[in-house]
T-cell receptor, first 113, second 117 residues
Framework: DAGVTQSPTHLIKTRGQQVTLRCSPK?????VSWYQQALGQGPQFIFQ???????QRGNFPDRFSGHQFPNYSSELNVNALLLGDSALYLC????????????FGSGTRLTVV | GENVEQHPSTLSVQEGDSAVIKCTYS??????FPWYKQELGKRPQLIID?????GEKKDQRIAVTLNKTAKHFSLHITETQPEDSAVYFC????????????????FGRGTQLTVWP
């Protein structure tokens, strides 16, 4: 049984560019949450998707947006990249309502230069 | 929102000794407290969790205690081994609204545990 898969594993972008990160949840999970983990910090909640809708959002600007597809997979989009967006982006899937039973993906390491 | 504080930020112990990591939280409505282990370059992995209606939970060498009155919870690792070396994160789940089951995880800043052979 595949766990949570994220792609790509590493990415280098230039300031001002846009990026899309992808996540496929664990089989049987229908809720996807995205977290940003800066170096030396704990993960910070970005937003959560369920039934193709954003259900809750953390303290992140509108440059961060997402989408969930009918097969429960999800995308995280970041526009107008800043140097401070460099981080490990983690996707976590779980059964609804989305805080218990988290399974994390291995993350996408985004570097903005 | 919830605020989770974690101490210490680094912890070094000799193999076989015990390690204790402590966390405090601010929202009395928080009701779920997981602990994650993250090895370098790898995903956070759940190692143990506790619900707010339980005071202590054990799983082999790992235990978690919860004091709801004081709003703190702790991770205890006994008979530490070099493979326990990693960053450990505590987290708390706080309901979005009173009576709501909808929540999110708030993480502490992590503890780098090093176990020396």
């Amino acid at each position: 049984d595949a766990g949570v898969t994220q792609s790509p594993t590493h990415l280098i972008k230039t300031r001002g560019q846009q990026v899309t990160l992808r996540c496929s949840p664990k089989s049987g999970h229908d809720t996807v949450s995205w977290y940003q983990q800066a170096l030396g910090q704990g993960p910070q909640f970005i937003f959560q998707y369920y039934e193709e809708e954003e259900r809750q959002r953390g303290n992140f600007p509108d440059r961060f947006s997402g989408h969930q597809f009918p097969n429960y997979s999800s995308e995280l989009n970041v526009n107008a990249l800043l140097l401070g967006d460099s981080a490990l982006y983690l996707c976590a899937s779980s059964p609804w309502p989305g805080d218990y039973g988290y399974t994390f993906g291995s993350g996408t390491r985004l570097t903005v230069v | 929102g919830e605020n989770v504080e974690q101490h210490p930020s680094t912890l070094s112990v000799q193999e076989g000794d015990s390690a204790v990591i402590k966390c405090t939280y601010s929202d009395s409505a928080s009701n779920y407290f997981p602990w994650y282990k993250q090895e370098l370059g790898k995903r956070p992995q759940l190692i143990i969790d506790i619900r707010s209606n339980v005071g202590e939970k054990k799983d082999q060498r790992i235990a978690v205690t919860l004091n709801k009155t004081a709003k703190h919870f702790s991770l205890h690792i006994t008979e530490t081994q070099p493979e326990d070396s990693a960053v450990y994160f505590c987290a708390a789940s706080s309901p979005l609204r009173r009576g709501s089951t909808l929540g999110r995880l708030y993480f502490g800043r992590g503890t780098q545990l090093t176990v020396w052979p």
